[in-house]
């Protein structure tokens, strides 16, 4: 026997009715509160420890001068990098997962990742490049990636499978692209390659924040606006038309703005792993709602980013790892999972 969902109905003063889903919405204030936990206890870990108390009350304005320094300058505008980075996978994974109609249709798997650092790799190893030179060129990379893709999945439209086994292709070139700039790179540009491309929040502060924290003020409200129509998408193009949604033009907006999510997101922090492909699935089966589950999804994020960046500090001792480490471990198992589950129902 099915359970019939708890849902709410709310009605504005203009006559409009929103129908809430109980659980959905317990699922996002759950969330919010494991990432606001995570941050406040990342933000007490190091070699200076804090207590949860001192850091709330720090961020508060009731720290002493050395408080202060050590949240404000050094710890919270890692832990706001991270929570943005989180976000901004999480929704570009539900947007590029609902757009291809495929669970596998994630930036790690599409090559965006890749094209990003075959961006960061070119500064590095051919311009010697600083970092805001290194992060444009992350940036510039995943957009003309997400692009390049694009093209060649167009015919008629871009379609779910073609766009993935498109963007598997791509990411195949673009791999082999970024080993042969590190074979041309001398022993310190291969270094700090490396290093870059493991995906890191060590160093991250305010010049990394307020772009991001621009980006996802300008593309989440209308990424948001068209949730209604990604889900009238994921019946079928027929249908959508049907119901007066204009697919072509959507999807391609839709497409755009998850790019620049992910593309700017990876600028920022580097290649972090499968944050995008697992976000978006845990989230579904938390709420256990039909369609793209945005919100869910940037929440899950976040909150993912944040508690993998506290493990990389924490559980390995004094050997502290990059947080892309951790990510690539979780989700190349996830990912495993998810690729025999898709076998066991005859969907792969």
Not at 130 to 138: L, W
Not at 157 to 185: D, E, F, M, P
Not at 283 to 302: D, E, H, Q, Y
Request: glycine share 12%.
């Amino acid at each position: 026997m099915k359970t019939q969902r708890a849902h709410r109905v709310l009605r504005t003063p203009g006559g409009f009715s929103v129908r809430v889903d109980v659980r959905a919405v317990t699922v996002v204030v759950l969330l919010l509160v494991a990432a606001f936990a995570a941050s406040v206890v990342l933000i007490g870990t190091g070699d200076f420890e804090m207590s949860s108390g001192d850091v709330l009350t720090t961020l508060f304005g009731g720290g002493n001068a050395m408080q202060e320094f050590v949240v404000n300058q050094l710890r919270l505008p890692r832990v706001l990098v991270g929570l943005l980075v989180g976000a901004a996978l999480g929704l570009g994974g539900a947007l590029f997962q609902a757009i291809s109609r495929n669970p596998l249709g994630s930036p790690d798997v599409l090559g965006l990742g890749q094209g990003a650092t075959a961006g960061a790799l070119t500064v590095i190893v051919l311009m010697s490049g600083d970092a805001t030179e290194v992060t444009v060129g992350a940036l510039v990379g995943g957009l003309a990636t997400g692009l390049a893709i694009y093209v060649l999945a167009w015919k008629r439209g871009v379609h779910g499978y073609r766009l993935v086994l498109v963007g598997i292709g791509v990411s195949a070139i673009v791999t082999a692209v970024n080993g042969y700039l590190l074979t041309k790179a001398d022993l310190v540009d291969a270094s700090r390659a490396v290093v870059w491309m493991t995906g890191s929040l060590n160093g991250r502060g305010w010049d990394q924040v307020w772009p991001l924290l621009v980006l996802c003020a300008v593309l989440v409200p209308p990424v948001l606006a068209g949730g209604r129509g990604l889900r009238m998408m994921e019946m079928g193009d027929d249908v959508s038309y049907a119901l007066g949604v204009r697919v072509e033009r959507l999807r391609m907006l839709l497409l755009v703005a998850a790019v620049l999510l992910v593309a700017t997101a990876t600028a920022a922090a580097g290649p972090v792993s499968f944050v995008a492909l697992t976000a978006p699935q845990l989230a579904r089966r938390l709420t256990r709602t039909p369609g793209p589950n945005l919100v869910p999804s940037m929440c899950m994020g976040a909150a993912l980013l944040v508690t993998a960046d506290w493990a990389s500090q924490r559980l390995f001792g004094s050997d502290q790892l990059p947080v892309g480490v951790v990510t690539g471990v979780l989700g190349g198992v996830y990912l495993l999972w998810l690729l025999v589950t898709e076998r066991k129902a005859g969907r792969i």
